[in-house]
T-cell receptor, first 114, second 112 residues
Framework: AAGVIQSPRHLIKEKRETATLKCYPIPRHDTVYWYQQGPGQDPQFLIS???????DKGSIPDRFSAQQFSDYHSELNMSSLELGDSALYFC?????????????FGSGTQLSVL | QKEVEQNSGPLSVPEGAIASLNCTYSDRGSQSFFWYRQYSGKSPELIMF????GDKEDGRFTAQLNKASQYVSLLIRDSQPSDSATYLCAVTLSGGYQKVTFGTGTKLQVIP
């Protein structure tokens, strides 16, 4: 079965650079979520999209932005990167019509800011 | 107070024993409760979900929900070394459509 696909798997950037993370949800899933997980930390909710519109916002810094495109894939854009942005970034998708949010996660993008 | 709280562990149990993982949540309006398993460096994997008070069993896993006490637990029977992982409790909070909030996770170690 198709899963959530994230790219790239690993990304190394310098401080103040920009990064773009991509997420391709499970086919027919209409909702995408972004989470940030630091070492030894729980996943922190950043932002979610339903049918290409932002549906909820969590602890996403103003330096970050995200969007969901017509094909339902989503991109997380991160600018003015800081050392503290180094983390594992997960994308998850779900099908809202099922009534409850069972999230299926991608393998994540490991971002290292040097 | 965190919205979802778990004991970080590590919780060590011998192989074949029952592992009991606990989670409390602060929002009485919470509607859905999930347990995710996460191996180190890997993504969380959904293993159980429960919506109603009581017990829900799936193989070696049993989820228990008590909304009055704002408490949800996961029991793993006949624990295996392969069960060694971090278990994340997740809750959908009232307000904001079904945003899922995670606890900090409990690290389980099953000792052969």
């Amino acid at each position: 079965a198709a899963g959530v696909i994230q790219s790239p798997r690993h990304l190394i950037k310098e401080k103040r650079e920009t990064a773009t993370l991509k997420c391709y949800p499970i086919p027919r899933h209409d909702t995408v979520y972004w989470y940030q997980q630091g070492p030894g930390q729980d996943p922190q909710f950043l932002i979610s999209f339903y049918e290409k519109m932002q549906s909820d916002k969590g602890s996403i810094p103003d330096r970050f932005s995200a969007q969901q495109f017509s094909d339902y894939h989503s991109e997380l854009n991160m600018s003015s990167l800081e050392l503290g942005d180094s983390a594992l970034y997960f994308c998850a998708s779900s099908l809202r019509g099922t009534g409850f949010e069972k999230l299926f996660f991608g393998s994540g993008t490991q971002l290292s800011v040097l | 107070q965190k919205e979802v709280e778990q004991n970080s562990g590590p919780l060590s149990v011998p192989e074949g024993a029952i592992a009991s993982l606990n989670c409390t949540y602060s929002d009485r309006g919470s509607q859905s409760f999930f347990w995710y398993r996460q191996y180190s460096g890997k993504s969380p994997e959904l293993i159980m979900f429960i919506y109603s008070n009581g017990d829900k069993e799936d193989g070696r896993f049993t989820a228990q929900l008590n909304k009055a006490s704002q408490y949800v637990s996961l029991l793993i029977r006949d624990s295996q070394p392969s069960d060694s992982a971090t278990y994340l409790c997740a809750v959908t909070l009232s307000g904001g459509y079904q945003k899922v909030t995670f606890g900090t996770g409990t690290k389980l170690q099953v000792i052969p």
